[in-house]
């Protein structure tokens, strides 16, 4: 029995899973809300007590950079070391990945259902892939293959540049550095980007959501957005998927993605229809080849299994623990 979780700064998904046939199968899930715990121990207690499951590996994809299977959450005000999560578990190892690591090994068990693919390209067997997520923050990994399986590399993709490139981004940027000591992507494409790029069009419009209190502001102008009631909302969500493609092309540029680009995180799954409308793919292939290498060949598909992370955490424990 697999143990696997999927731990972020809003939320963290426990599950359990079984190999059967030579597949995985989830045996029970449960979600936490991660800021009402004290730690990865303690939601891990809970579970297991509750579906009183005797587990044989266990593996768990968490936001921030893993230094020597230990990390500082980001988002999120919890340390977690694997040793000590092996201890506790009473198993030989526990395996921590960055949350995007763990995505990207999710996208090697996904069905054809668990995809919406937005520009077909042109595939190739066996070549790298790369994953793009924004959510609470951003995150980013490429998949590579070692001639047997994919193997997935981390990043900190999310606090890397932001680099404008139009007038328009370039006048976002110089908004963004009058209030911020850097102006990095996890500015703009997480949830919270959405209100900063608003105030940037205009800071004379203001919704409830921007107070801080009870109500999304990324929801509340995605919402407007969608029912073309606030015409800055609209604005704004046209923006952050320009933005988004632009530097999911940046990813597809660095790491020669011809097997594809898998575009994942809830934002994206709750705006698909906007993405789906080519501002996302246009910003993506708005650049010159590289050599040969054009970007309207690279497949661009969203992620729409929200257990992706999970599911890839679980096959991290069961494929390479």
């Not at 979600?31 to 939601?43: D, M, T, V």
């Not at 594809?260 to 910003?283: D, H, P, Q, S, T």
Request: net charge negative; hydrophobic share 45%.
């Amino acid at each position: 029995m697999i143990l696997a979780g999927d731990i972020g700064g809003t939320k963290s998904n426990l599950g359990l899973f079984n190999v059967e046939d030579g597949a995985m199968v989830r045996v029970a899930h449960k979600r936490y809300a991660s800021r009402e715990h004290a730690g990865l121990h303690e939601i891990a207690q809970d579970f297991l007590h509750e579906t009183a499951a005797k587990i044989n590996a266990a593996a768990f994809g968490i936001a921030g950079p893993i230094l020597q299977n230990r990390v500082q959450a980001s988002n999120l005000p919890w340390i977690v070391d694997g040793a000590e999560m092996a201890k506790f578990l009473a198993l030989p190892r526990v395996r921590l990945l960055n949350d995007l690591q763990a995505t990207a090994y999710g996208v090697s068990v996904l069905g054809p259902n668990d995809v919406e693919t937005i520009s077909a390209g042109v595939p190739v067997e066996n070549a790298t892939r790369a994953v793009i997520a924004a959510g609470t923050g951003l995150g980013e990994s490429i998949l590579y293959w070692d001639g047997v399986q994919y193997v997935a590399m981390p990043s900190e993709a999310g606090h890397a540049d932001f680099a404008p490139n139009t007038d328009q981004q370039a006048d976002l940027w110089k908004f963004l550095k009058e209030k911020n000591e850097y102006v990095f992507q996890e500015l703009i494409l997480a949830g919270r980007g959405f209100q900063r790029i608003h105030e940037f069009l205009n800071p004379s419009i203001k919704h409830p959501g921007f107070d801080g209190q009870q109500i999304d502001p990324a929801a509340e102008i995605t919402q407007l957005a969608f029912a073309g009631t606030c015409p800055v909302c609209v604005q704004t969500v046209n923006l952050w998927i320009e933005i988004y493609g632009s530097e999911a092309g940046n990813l597809a540029l660095r790491a020669v993605a011809r097997g594809g680009i898998y575009v994942a995180g809830g934002i994206a799954v709750k705006i698909l229809m906007k993405i789906k409308e080519g501002r996302f793919a246009a910003a993506m292939q708005r650049r010159p080849n590289a050599g040969g290498f054009a970007l309207k060949d690279v497949p661009v598909h969203v992620v729409l299994d929200e257990e992706c992370p999970l599911k890839g955490a679980a096959y991290a424990a069961w494929k390479y623990s």
